[in-house]
């Protein structure tokens, strides 16, 4: 939701900037703005509506030779006020002195706005920003000190912040602040960053600060002072980031999403990598192991999540319940925050988030946390706010997803979630043999994938007849069924496609009116207890002449002769069959967009960090 890239030190901003927005485009891509100082240290700010290339467009056409040492920049996801230039960020205040950037929610917006209005403000804008702009240049006016407007000014809004302000009277400088907003600090040589995601900087330095709620930073070209949420001045630890570049290339796919769905058999090696203890037949997961009385004493376990991180948790639920028959409540965290949730003693809450900033997730951690439960993260950004806020966790390791079809991520939290449900097995009644299978199962998965990956031009070929339709119904029975769902929910966010996920036998129970000669029906037909059962289903599809497109195990020869078309994959323990059944949901996905000319990597409205409710 919304990014931010702001730059002080030797070199030309603008550059920098527009390729770190780039890097951040997958966070928000409806228009985008940069501001900076000319040569008599006026306030410019060049904004666009689009996305990023409009603004990279009008600085190349018509602004080649914009310089400035100093400068800040974002690019959008709309929440308050609709899609156009002046919505984009940067917002100025009205006297043209100051520019401000903003990631986030200013929650009590109206009222602040109605007294601004008051003090005969007038409103260039819809956004919940101006407020805070108007703010700062109301205090500035009468405090005379623009350190003390910008506090006083984050004390009285109500939400959520990540800033990034300058200002004519101080031309060296940038001040930042946070709150619920991913923040960083990225330290270079003479050069200084601000940034929403070290996507954005990781190319210039690696050395790093995550910025804690309360800070505020100061930073001009000799260096940087930070004050904590007392106003006083602190030193935070500088982390080292451990990978580079190269990481974020797309490489030579024509997507980043098709590049992360072919990087699963590494990214979920990776998952489960150094945490296999074999001599014991069991998981080692460090980040719990603080907490390993209390993983053997658990009496019931919630995991919260939203979009596909719920699909991961769903399908965590069956892999728990079986393998270490606890029972597991699956939430999405929306709800959750809201509801005022009973959490039982012995309850432990897990809480799953790629980005690790999703604002409901978070919020739904804090529900939990002040019920009294412990909270643990299964999380993929590595010093995200949620990996910082649980009492333990553990990461998946994916590496970092752009694509904001989240793909890869969902194998990996899978990945560990089949981790948790053997460790936990492990310390219950499952025997050190069966552990010993899993353990070994788990280590053929990535080869498994490579198998169906290799499949991908024939599923392209398959995805031609599922390209022009309006809807598509997906089922799935047992495990399959979050699978199914996931499915369905990437057909129709990067294709626009009407689908839905349903366990295969409640579609006797309404979907199958929708069924007719037009509507693709994927099935996962797993090898496995519930298969004959399945199979029947797929007859009542049949029987409706809908079209069958199954995925299915290898040497099942009768679903050839039921379904159109059989994608056959190779089998594998049934909990563990999620990872393999929705790789190629993920290609279907990406080739219907594909082959609609769609734009798989940023589909319309969407964003990949939620940060906002
Ligand atoms: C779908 C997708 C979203 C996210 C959801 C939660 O492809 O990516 O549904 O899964 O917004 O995001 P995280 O996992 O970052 O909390």
Redesign the pocket.
Known sequence: MCGIVAYVGRKNSVPIMLEGLKRLEYRGYDSSGLALFDEDNNVKIYKKEGKLIELEKFVSNTNKDLFSTIGISHTRWATHGVVNEANAHPISDPDGTMALVHNGIIENYKDLKQNLLNKGYKFKTDTDTEVLVFLVHYYYQVEKCLTKAVQLALKVVEGTYGIAIIHRDFPGQIISAKKGSTLILAIGDNEFFITSDINATIKHTKRVIYLEDGDMVKINHEGYEIFNSDNLSINPEISEIDWDISAIDKGDFKHYMLKEIFEQPISVGNAFRGRLADELNTVRLGGLSASYSDLRNVKRIQII??????HAALTGKYMIESLARIPVEVEYASEYRYRNPIVPDDTLVFV???????AD?LAALKEARAKGAKVFGITNVVGSTIARETDGGVYIHAGSEIG???TK?FTSQVTVLALLAILLGRMRHMSPNDGLIYLEELKLIPEKIEMILAQNEQIREISKSIANCTNALYLGRGIDYPVALEGA??LK?ISYIHAEGYPAAEMKHGPIALIDENMPVIALASKDFLYDKLVSNLQEVIARKGRIFAVANEGDELIATIANEVIYIPETLPSLRPLLNVIPLQLIAYHVADLKQLDVDQPRNLA???TVE
């Open positions: 999540g939203c979009g596909t991180s719920w799953i988030s790629q980005s690790g900033e999703t997730t904001v079809a989240s991520a929910l990437k966010e990949k960090s939620v």
